[in-house]
């Protein structure tokens, strides 16, 4: 399976402004709706938010350094690979969102949380933007970026930023269905 890199920056763009435009409409809801679960054990809205924050603090600096470092030109298709295309396939949200465990310290159950933790994500979602447009001058099948389960896994900077995106993508969706359901 071959993609065209623009294409794929571009649909990633796409999906990263349309996360952000969602956050930035959380900022009209009160912290107390925003702190409220459907059910014991689910997550809350700020708590989906929170458990991506927690994501883009390992990916925004890995990235960053990642791309600076890179001596490479753009290659005008990407190829996924393996192991990076199986990751972010799995995190592609279905009709009926599937559970899927998350690490301890990427789980923010019980966390005291307020609308900072929006602000946050916004903040993040800006700077996955300015990633977005850096990666349009390196290659995405080339530059490689550990993983946040183990820096010894390297895939490539094209899965990576798919992965990260459409888990903010399963993220949202689940944020949109708590509102929904209170």
């Known amino acids: 399976m071959k993609m065209s890199t623009p294409q794929l920056l571009d649909e990633l763009k796409s999906l990263t ?10 900022l009209q809801q009160t912290d107390e709706k925003l702190n409220t679960r459907v059910s014991e054990g689910s997550w809350s809205v700020l708590e989906c938010l929170e458990h991506l924050n ?30 990076g295309n ?12 599937n559970k899927m ?12 949380l307020d609308k900072r933790v929006v602000e946050k994500f916004i903040r993040q979602q ?3 933007l300015d990633l977005l447009e850096k990666a349009e001058s390196v290659d995405l099948n080339t530059v490689k970026t550990s993983v946040s389960i183990s820096k010894l896994i390297k895939i490539k900077l094209g899965d990576t930023f ?9 993220h949202i969706r689940q944020a949109e269905s708590v509102l929904k359901n209170l």
């Open 17 to 26: 402004q349309t996360h952000l435009k969602y956050a930035e409409n959380l």
């Open 54 to 83: 927690r994501y883009g603090d390992f990916y925004i600096p890995e990235i960053n350094q990642r791309i600076s470092s890179s001596k490479t030109s753009p290659a005008p298709v990407f190829k996924p690979g393996i192991l």
């Open 86 to 97: 199986y990751f972010a396939k799995s995190m592609l949200p279905k009709d009926k969102l």
């Open 101 to 112: 465990k998350t690490l301890k310290n990427m789980d923010p159950i019980n966390s005291q």
């Open 126 to 128: 800006g700077q996955f």
């Open 162 to 170: 798919r992965f990260v995106i459409y888990h903010n993508e399963r």
